[in-house]
């Protein structure tokens, strides 16, 4: 979809891309099939390009460090890649600036997890440091009892434990930075997860101008304390008394903007690409009320029914095999904005 | 615009093309460089395709026949594309089916002018039967002193005399026909010409019920007289009286159709893929008022300002060389719908 947008305002678009036959393969100029850190790959990548940006905050955060040693612009840059790939790391920046999260502890043995648990209080949730999304490599832990047994199921290694959050609900704000400084942000939407993995989001979600302001508040700081370049996704929970907590940012277009295919002017892909290129950022008004509804795994036979649907905008990412789960595409059910 | 709206719905795209590094090679799974008519190389789409489209009508009919004979399916058919290349079948086959056109006379001689200037009044336009767009192979004949230059300047090709039309403006009406029948119009676009070529589409236009409905009517006799499936652009004169006649037909996505980019939910590329593809059509109404402008030649070079007003909605298409007058791209800018 980032291709596509790129397409649209005239850039060609070569991706780097471990597996042969990828979606995005299909719909560039041109693909590199090789890890995200050989040489010889990223070599080409940065001869071949004006400037290098990632749709998966998984890559190596030292891969953006060679590429900018190759003299390529990368956006954004090595140090909200590194932000966003170990939760401590995450959790400490946001904290420092002013922008809140459960409360946590670092983990390096199954032996620190009981005195967490003391300060954090019961059921708590144990996550790897690094990797895992989608619920993957996350477990919670209801006692002291289940420390071992709990490190164990992460594999034991480097973790985190975050006290639970008692959230009424699961919003998300999808904001950009400009080259120039410039900063928006689109409407919030309310996230519904199911086993760990965003099922719908609602946009933009009911929420008062309080909600929108503290959500756009906590976004400008993160993208200014990042230095940062591009769309971002801020993951919040909505506590009771209506405080917002970051659960966590990716620092890349997210599926939670996804709505903004069919509910914007600009939707976050072509505004990732317009900030990258150093265009000014689009409009982010919605035109149109959204709910956006993933397709996984085998719900994606279903895609008939969705395309006879009028008020239905079908995106199917051509994967070819449709794996338990695995996101194959969405459906953004539109209708008006409320008055 | 084509193999975007493809991708997006989860379909590869193969094109054949006789240009290297056409922009739809830059966005699609396989390019086939050779000419239209190389016989390996419509053996290698017929193998690789379900079904072939074409956005270009001056394309050998015969190819299509040969695809059909290698097994594959077109869509549209020979037939409307055959009706589209030849400027006297087509007018034949519009009146056949009481959708009514300039008067004309079919003219294979320079001697051939003057009687038809006599029949058809002065003055008229006399154009060669077949290829010619963009007011291309086309002059206009003001006595039948002129007929002789005037069959020289067109090359003294086989050629249609037609009629001057006392046109108040031009219309189009973009309609589709799925594969069961199912046919839908988007509203009517009016469109301001420079110099033969396209400048400007105004969608919706304003035009009454009547209009509205006799261009409708107009659609669906061709559609279902050509039996087509796609996407079609008809272009329509609109006299004093409000009577309409056809200008010419169009067998594919069409200039004047870009305003559905932004301003449908459906755009006119998805809603051609839709169509031979054999799903079901999609809505058709607009949901924005739309100024397209093209963007012609060096025009592309003033992109930053569009890029900067956000109410405009940029495309670019990618093309290296910003020949005078060439169709580099264009703009769309949103207004609300008249409530």
């Known amino acids: 979809m980032l291709a596509l947008a790129a397409a649209r305002l005239g850039f060609d678009v070569v991706v780097l891309e471990p597996e042969p036959d990828s979606p995005a393969s299909r719909v560039v100029k041109h693909t590199i099939v090789a890890p995200y850190d050989d040489p010889a790959a990223l070599r080409e990548l940065a001869q071949r390009s004006q400037v290098v940006t990632f749709e998966f905050e998984n890559v190596p955060a030292e891969v ?7 003299g390529v612009e990368t956006a954004p840059g090595p140090r909200a890649l590194a932000a966003a790939q170990d939760r401590v790391e995450e959790k400490t ?3 420092s600036i002013d922008a809140p999260t459960a409360v946590f502890a670092a983990i ?38 289940e420390a071992d047994a709990a490190f164990t199921a992460i594999g034991e290694r480097p973790a985190i434990l975050e006290a639970k959050v008692p959230f009424v609900r699961e919003l998300s704000i999808i904001a950009a930075r400009g080259r120039r400084g410039d900063i928006d942000a689109y409407p919030i939407g309310e996230n519904i997860h199911e086993n760990g993995v965003l099922r719908r989001t609602l946009a933009p979600a009911e929420a008062g101008a309080a909600t929108r302001e503290q959500a756009m508040a906590v976004a400008r700081r993160i993208l200014e304390g990042l230095d940062y370049v591009g769309v971002i996704g801020v993951e919040l929970f909505e506590l009771k008394d209506g405080a917002l907590l970051v659960n966590e940012i990716a620092p890349r277009v997210h599926n939670s903007g ?9 939707d976050q892909f072509e505004q990732h690409v317009r900030a990258i290129a150093g265009w000014p950022l689009g409009p982010t008004g919605a035109i ?6 993933n397709l996984l795994g085998s719900e994606i036979d279903a895609w008939p029914d969705f395309a006879a649907d009028p008020a239905a905008r079908v995106w199917l990412y051509g994967k070819r095999r449709a ?7 969405h459906v953004n059910r539109l209708s008006p904005l409320a008055p």
Chains 1, 2 share one sequence.
């Open 64 to 70: 953006v460090v060679q590429l900018r040693a190759l």
């Open 323 to 329: 794996r338990d789960g695995r996101k194959m595409g």
């Open 258 to 266: 996804h709505w903004t295919l069919d509910g914007c002017a600009t």
């Open 93 to 95: 920046f946001l904290n």
């Open 108 to 145: 390096d043995a199954a032996a620190d997890i009981a005195p967490a648990l003391a300060m954090l209080g019961l059921p708590a949730v144990l996550k790897t440091r690094r990797e895992g999304y989608d619920g993957k490599g996350q477990v919670w832990v209801a006692s002291a009892a």
């Open 288 to 293: 149109a009320r959204v709910e956006m509804l």
